[in-house]
Every structure is written in structure tokens, then in C-alpha cells.
């Protein structure tokens, strides 16, 4: 049983490493080809990002893969795989939920990482990417990069969810991550100053919380934000288009 749960988090650890590089690379490959030159003379930087976050995979995957097998074995957490376990309108439901609580746990242990101890023992890691590039989501202390790990294995536990809407989740959170980095917007303006646009996090709302650091913390949605007023609208420029 514990060779089994090891390998379960060795390949979780993988998974998660390999999404990453695939991931923030070819966003990476984007910003090359968007914004040439961005990143240039950030190559040091870039190395240290990609080391810290090789690091925040093996926590990431440790977790996952202990209940990945947890689910697989015991039946331990509330994941299911029939669509009719659940009424089909459960799943949109299922999906806002994940996000609205990630993004709830996220804007919370964000702005404890501000206070002035954490911030030097932990979060100044991330913020030492000066500016952020697309390597830079997962670039955390370990202390950190636990925070960020437990939410989700700690939510199938208490919330029911299709293993697809579940992969949708960290394909979400994954992509977001990255972008929110990058150093650019990459939707256009019509969309980030919408309606909607004004309730989603974008690259170039997350952009200013890393110009002025008390400010914007959220990860998906500005809603903590702007009920503790912390939302500071977006940096500048917003968006190439």
C-alpha cells in the first residue's frame, strides 16, 4: 500500500511539473512572438522561477497523488464519474463553486503572505520576479506552495464534482496562473472593460498587484477585492488590442 501511494504522488509530481513546463513555456513562446524583447536580460531570473516551481510541483503533487489514490482505492473523497449521479445543471454549479472557493482561500492566505513577517519569510520569493514572466506562476517558497496545494484535495472531500469539471478546475487555475504573469494582456479591451471583464482577474489587474504589492489580490475574481477595497482597477497599459 505505501509503494502504491508513493508512486501515486510520483506521478502526481510529475504531472503537475510537466503541465507547468508545457504550459508557462508555451505561453513563453508567445510572449516571444506578441511582445519580442519583453524578456530580455530576464534569463537569471527565469532559471530561479523555474527552480522554485519545480519545487511547488512536488508539493502540489505529493497531496494530489495521496488522494488520487485515496479515490481510487477507499473511495475517500466526493469525485464521481456518471454524469447522472448529479443533475446536469450540477456541473456549471459544481465548476463556480471550486473556483469561488479556491479564489476565496487564495485572496485570504494572499494577503496574510503581505504581512510583513510572512512576506519575508515566504512571499518575497514570488515577488523577487521583478518583472513576472510566464514562468513565474508557481514560483513559491515551500511554505507558500503549501497553501496553495491543500485547497483543492481539501475540497473533494466536502463538494461533489465530475472528474471532468475537476480537470477543468486545474486546467483553469493552471492557465490563469500563467497568464496573470506574463507581463501582458492578452485579451482584448472590449473584453477586459466589460461588464463581466471588471469581475474577472486578468494579466493586467494581477500586473499591478505586483507594481504596488497591497493591492489586487485575488486569483480568479475581484469580488473580495472590491468588497474589502483592495481592487486598484488594472495597471498600465491593459491591453494591446
Known amino acids: 500500500m505505501l509503494l502504491a501511494i508513493i508512486l501515486s504522488a510520483l506521478v502526481m509530481t510529475a504531472i503537475v511539473a510537466v503541465r507547468y513546463l508545457l504550459t508557462s513555456g508555451g505561453f513563453a513562446l508567445a510572449t516571444r512572438a506578441v511582445r519580442p524583447g519583453l524578456y530580455n536580460g530576464l534569463n537569471p531570473q527565469i532559471r530561479k522561477e523555474i527552480g522554485w516551481s519545480m519545487v511547488s510541483a512536488a508539493i502540489y503533487g505529493i497531496p494530489a497523488g495521496v488522494v488520487a489514490w485515496g479515490w481510487q482505492e477507499l473511495g475517500w473523497t466526493r469525485i464521481y464519474t456518471d454524469l447522472a449521479a448529479y443533475p446536469l445543471w450540477y456541473l456549471p454549479l459544481s465548476l463556480f463553486l471550486y473556483l469561488f472557493a479556491h ?139
Open 103 to 241: 479564489d476565496t482561500w487564495f485572496y485570504w492566505t494572499h494577503r496574510w503572505m503581505h504581512e510583513p513577517k510572512w512576506f519575508r519569510i515566504a512571499h518575497a520569493v514570488h515577488h523577487a520576479s521583478r518583472p513576472p514572466t510566464a514562468w513565474a506562476a508557481m514560483s513559491f517558497h515551500p511554505i507558500e506552495a503549501i497553501t496553495g496545494a491543500v485547497v483543492i484535495p481539501f475540497l473533494v472531500f466536502f463538494i461533489p464534482v465530475h472528474v471532468g469539471v475537476l480537470g477543468l478546475v486545474l486546467g483553469i487555475m493552471t492557465v490563469m496562473g500563467v497568464t496573470n504573469h506574463m507581463g501582458w494582456e492578452m485579451f482584448p479591451k472590449w473584453l477586459v472593460h466589460s461588464r463581466a471583464g471588471n469581475w474577472v482577474i486578468t494579466a493586467s489587474h494581477h500586473q499591478r498587484h505586483h507594481d504596488e504589492y497591497r493591492c489586487n489580490y485575488g486569483l480568479y475574481f475581484r469580488f473580495w477585492d472590491r468588497l474589502c477595497k483592495t481592487d486598484r482597477g488594472l495597471a498600465k497599459p491593459s491591453s494591446p488590442s
